[in-house]
């Protein structure tokens, strides 16, 4: 019933390292299958199209060929001037998807698009069937923060005499990033905003308690676009505890420490974010908006 619309140039390839786009319509494909839902890759064989990602001039001319009332486009698109020919032109596309709230928010309070044309949706997050194998108490993970602010976690770790490995984003292959969420107690999450957060949310998937160091504000664009954001725009109080400065450090961790066995971020996973419940969210957009499941 879908035609899939992306292109396989625009991942990179490093030794392994698995970019975040690919991991979107990877992610995605797995839950068709998972749920036999029927699906074309860029071919116009059934009648809804959705145009993962919106990058280049070819998915630019895809969407010229498609019909407008049944092509949903994101939620793989970024500031350009096919973006802002996107906000220009809402009338030639059903939807425009992205991937969580506040991206939203950003979009239409900045942007100019209509709120009854932009729908959030993040896509679904594979759970690990394997147990953990404990080896040592924290996994760092560090992304477009300081290293001013990774030094004084690091000493921090220190003093409480806590064993710790630090995985940055970028340097990692996919299986030792899957490795290494089995082999620790918790996860300090050092990490900058995030649109949806998919290696965040596989922490989450691995059944690990996360010490999150917060943010409250985008400012990736400068202050003309600065707005409301987060590093966890998907989360709950299961998940683990959640701090936004430095001097708030000491009490979150006592309080995460005592409440370690209590945390069941793998269950927030299966009841909001897995494949199955994320593609039925997909399936409710499409038929909200006139096509046919």
């Known amino acids: 019933m879908i035609n899939l619309w992306f292109e396989e140039s625009y991942w990179s390839y490093r030794n392994g390292v698995v970019s975040g786009p690919e991991k979107v319509v990877r992610n995605f494909i797995k839950s068709l299958e998972q749920e036999n839902v029927p699906y074309s890759i860029n071919k116009d064989k059934y009648k809804f199209n959705f145009l993962m990602q919106y990058e280049h001039d070819i998915a ?8 407008h009332e049944s092509c949903f486009i994101g939620p793989q698109w970024t500031w350009n001037p096919l973006s802002n020919f996107l906000f220009e032109n809402p009338q030639y596309y059903n939807k425009l998807i992205v991937p969580s709230d506040w991206v939203r928010d950003l979009v239409i309070d900045k942007c100019g698009l209509s709120s009854d044309k932009i729908i959030s949706w993040p896509v679904g997050i594979e759970i690990p069937s394997r147990k953990k194998d404990i080896e ?11 290293k001013e602010e990774l030094s004084l976690v690091e000493n921090f770790l220190k003093s409480k005499g806590v064993t710790y490995k630090i995985i940055q984003y970028g340097s990692y292959t996919e299986k030792e990033f899957l490795d ?7 996860c300090f999450l050092l990490n900058g905003t995030e649109s949806q957060g ?19 504000e985008w400012t990736d664009r400068g202050d003309e676009w600065r707005c409301p954001a987060t590093s966890i725009p998907y989360w709950g109080s299961e998940c683990g505890e959640v701090f936004y400065h430095y001097s708030e450090l000491e009490d979150a961790f006592v309080k995460f420490q005592s409440s370690l066995d ?9 009841e909001n974010l897995s494949l199955k419940k994320s593609l039925e969210k997909f399936l409710k957009i499409l038929k909200s908006n006139g096509q046919e499941e």
Do not use: G
């Open 60 to 67: 630019y001319q895809k969407h010229e060929k498609l019909e």
């Open 136 to 146: 040592i108490d924290c996994l760092v993970y560090f992304k477009r923060r300081s």
């Open 180 to 186: 290494i969420c089995n082999k620790v107690k918790y």
């Open 198 to 216: 998919i290696a965040v949310q596989e922490i989450m998937a691995s059944n690990t308690p996360l010490l999150v160091w917060d943010l409250t």
């Open 262 to 270: 209590d945390y069941t971020s793998q269950k927030y996973i299966e």
